[in-house]
């Protein structure tokens, strides 16, 4: 095909500019040897105004500067421009050859170009109160482009911001996403007003204000909230969601990852704290699509499986420590109650506290133990009260850990211990692990093992 039958247009020029030194190798290759039969560029054979180049940028251009007079070309069909562009978005992600600059501008380019061209609206970029926004288009595309969600949203919030140099400098990728998030970021800080933030309350506070009083307070934080609950990280596959309405814990476990984070995040580090502004997140929080929950597990693109219904509750305290007025977990049982649709995940070190409440069937009722010492407490705990389902956290399973009635429980979780700023990371034995699962399938449970429970097994002869 000539090279001047063959379009080159947005969106798909420019994903990857075109690079001069490239450019001229390329040249120089086909003028001694001509185009290779065996790296057509490809086109957008159904394009409703002609041939339109999908992929091959670089090879067409080299072809008319050698005069090259006749094109290898491949052909696509596409419904529409949205999916020829996701086609030449998966063609350009693939190579391997390209710097780390390059990819960055490349993700730039193709979040731009797929925003342009969504069917239908994005959902809001702004990040709740709670922690970040939760967008299934930003999964999505960061899926398409081979980026994080992250990544994907911070781009959004740089091209959707009224800053042209920023947006000018990383396009242009003189400036990382990082980089040019943290300068909007800074930039909206200083233009808008100080946002007056939610109210919060200790136990001591909230039982201080009178009855009337405390239903008012929290009916209005509710009232302005626009919190959802927070989408967990990439590692997390077994509850994609966290709610957090209660936080903070007197335990003090040295392994302790939530005591870490409050402790660097929140102005109240790791007291126990009730945000009532956070309630009445179920009902914002838009519910996963059947087929994301009906479809297995996929890492490498959008998450699936029952953990898109599941919510981690409290990930941030402990709900039914001795310390939690009865009022508060009364009022976040009300909420899980009214909407049975999610699975919300619950997790105590004071299992036998839980007899004190009556939990409806979308609870998953969990108590921790991490010792041989807390296994009496917990069956002994479990003997007494019904839950549709009951299952037990041996995460960070500290010692080899022996059960009488595992037929209590539904499910059995195993897993280690992250490096905390008190303890460094431990994985436990492999036959601790091994002991617990033969326990577990014994007895009928359903069993889930963390990543970061073992390490490989590597032993030679003698």
Same mark, same amino acid.
């Given at each position: 095909?000539? +090279? ?14 075109? %690079? ?16 290779? =039969? ?10 409703? %105004? ?11 251009? @080299? ?16 419904? %529409?421009?949205? @999916? ?49 926004? #939760? ?28 800053? #042209? =140099? ?24 200083? @233009? ?7 109210? !919060? ?23 302005? /909230? ?7 990280? &990439? ?24 005591? %870490? ?5 929140? +102005? ?46 409290? /990930? *941030? ?18 909420? !899980?109650? /009214? ?46 009260? &019904? ?7 041996? =995460?960070? *399973? ?50 889930? *093992? ?13």
């Amino acid at each position: 095909m000539k +090279p001047s039958e063959i379009i080159v247009r947005e969106p798909f020029s420019g994903l990857f500019p075109i %690079d001069p030194r490239v450019l001229d190798a390329v040249t120089e290759s086909m003028t001694e040897t001509g185009f290779h =039969e065996s790296s057509p560029v490809v086109l957008w054979s159904n394009a409703p %105004d002609g041939k339109v180049l999908l992929d091959g940028h670089t090879r067409l251009k @080299a072809a008319s500067v050698a005069g090259i007079a006749d094109v290898p070309t491949a052909g696509e069909d596409f419904a %529409d421009e949205r @999916a020829a562009l996701e086609f030449a978005i998966r063609a350009q992600r693939d190579r391997r050859s390209l710097t780390r600059d390059e990819l960055t501008r490349f993700a730039v380019a193709a979040i731009a170009r797929l925003d342009a061209r969504k069917p239908v609206g994005r959902p809001s970029k702004t990040p709740s109160p709670e922690g970040v926004s #939760a967008g299934e288009s930003a999964e999505k595309t960061a899926a398409l482009v081979g980026v994080s969600r992250a990544t994907v949203e911070r781009v959004r919030t740089v091209l959707d911001s009224g800053d #042209a =140099e920023t947006k000018a400098a990383l396009t242009s990728g003189a400036v990382s996403v990082n980089g040019a998030y943290q300068k909007v970021r800074e930039a909206k800080k200083h @233009a808008e007003p100080a946002k007056t933030p939610a109210p !919060i309350f200790t136990p001591k506070e909230w039982t201080a204000k009178p009855q009337q009083e405390r239903e008012a307070v929290a009916a209005a934080a509710v009232e302005d /909230s626009e919190t959802k609950f927070n989408r967990t990280n &990439d590692n997390v596959e077994w509850a994609l969601w966290t709610w957090n309405p209660i936080t903070g814990c007197l335990h003090d476990c040295a392994y302790c990852y939530a005591r %870490d984070i409050a402790e660097r995040f929140y +102005p109240q580090k790791f007291v126990p704290t009730i945000h009532p502004a956070r309630f009445g997140a179920s009902t914002r929080t838009p519910f996963p699509p059947s087929e994301r929950i009906a479809a297995p597990f996929d890492q490498a693109a959008v998450k699936g499986g029952i953990g898109e219904k599941n919510v981690f509750t409290c /990930s *941030m305290a402990d709900l039914f420590g001795k310390w939690v007025p009865s009022e508060w977990v009364e009022k976040v049982l009300d909420e !899980i109650r /009214s909407n049975p649709k999610w699975n919300y995940l619950l997790l105590t070190k004071f299992p036998q506290r839980l007899a004190d409440f009556d939990f409806p069937d979308n609870a998953w009722v969990g108590t921790t133990v991490d010792t041989q010492a807390r296994v009496a407490a917990a069956e002994k705990a479990f003997e007494r009260f &019904d839950a549709k389902v009951k299952w037990l956290s041996c =995460e960070p *399973m500290m010692e080899r850990l022996t059960f009488k009635r595992l037929d209590l429980f539904d499910w059995v979780v195993i897993g280690g211990a992250s490096k905390s700023t008190q303890t460094p990371e431990f994985k436990p034995p492999f036959e601790w692990a091994c002991h617990l699962y033969t326990q577990a399938k014994a007895a009928g449970c359903s069993v889930y *093992m963390k990543t970061n429970l073992l390490d490989r097994v590597r032993e030679y002869p003698s």
